[in-house]
């Protein structure tokens, strides 16, 4: 726990540094590779089911890195359509693999579940890293269980 509260500390001092941007702003990205950091608001939404707004997500690009803040609901496609709209390589799904969680409300970790698994079958070839307060690692655990039958078929198509 006190080292993913440094973890968070971190972040939180690098974000302070960059600009915030959605999906949808007019912020024009970097042409090229950029040291500079951005902040992308991902998702906003609270557990009503609004239409209008995702899950609780934040993504935090430093060195051309993405280090995610929670994972609500949408959070793989919201940062596939930054990634598209605004050219910003680190949040193409394959390169999301790095999630702090802040809580293990469900708002803030129903979207964990696409994030290890989607990006993974899209070309991501490391294991997702999740960090976060006790039951994280037990959460992330169960979820590997329940999706077992998916990722063995995906894993080995014959059957072997």
Known sequence: MRACNRRLLALAAIASMGRAITPGSSAQPPAKPSLRTQVVLLGTGTPAADPDRFGPATAIIANDTAYLVDA????VRRAAAAARARSI???QAANLRI???THLHSDHTVGLPDLILSPWTLGRRVPLEAYGPTGTAAMTQ???DAY??????RTNPDGN
């Open 99 to 101: 999630v702090f969680l």
């Open 148 to 153: 077992r039958v998916d990722i063995e078929t």
């Open 72 to 75: 609500g609901a949408g959070i």
């Open 142 to 144: 169960r979820l590997l």
């Open 89 to 91: 390589r680190a949040l």
